[in-house]
């Protein structure tokens, strides 16, 4: 029975496991960006998150805890470096899972997992738009809607008391 046990196995032992997550957590600090199924991802996710965590403070320590669980110095080197540059003043929630729809050998749930950071078209979208006024069709273009509206409304009175008065004099 698998009672209170909360994580995927992935259908691996758990040094398959452990060698599988490793290197997808590896290859995810040296590209940014990997394509993998949805279970993967999720696991990925709860694997890589304590690290990128852990690096924030650079000691030999923390240095050697993450390379126990990366196995790969070119990795360390580059979540040390530009990657904790980036990532410095964030809490935490440093992945991204983008889901891309289903493989056609199995039809298993894809995505792409990425760092947050380091998606330069999604940062592109957080800056502000520039505004843009609105211009009515009607009047010149130096006028606003409401003045416009306003104008009108004026000159629907005066045609109306124009009308009176000519209704007037003929009688």
Do not use: W
Request: with cysteine.
């Amino acid at each position: 029975m698998r009672h209170g046990k909360k994580f995927n196995h992935l259908g691996r032992t758990a040094s398959h496991r452990k060698a599988m997550l490793s290197n997808m957590a590896s290859s995810l600090i040296l590209h940014k960006r990997i394509s993998t199924t949805l279970a993967k991802a999720k696991e990925l996710r709860k694997y890589v998150e304590p690290l990128i965590s852990r690096a924030k403070e650079d000691t030999t320590h923390n240095r050697r805890i993450v390379f126990s669980y990366l196995q790969s110095k070119d990795s360390i080197k580059t979540l040390f470096g530009e990657v904790v540059e980036k990532v410095a003043t964030r809490p935490g929630g440093y992945t991204r899972i983008i889901k891309t729809g289903n493989r056609l050998g199995d039809n298993a749930e894809m995505c792409i997992i990425e760092l947050v950071d380091f998606n330069e078209l999604m940062l592109k979208d957080a800056k502000p738009a520039k505004k843009t006024t609105r211009r009515s069709r009607r009047g010149s273009g130096a006028a606003t809607a409401t003045e416009t509206v306003a104008k009108t409304d004026d000159t629907a009175t005066e045609a109306k008391e124009d009308d009176k008065k000519d209704d007037n004099a003929a009688e």
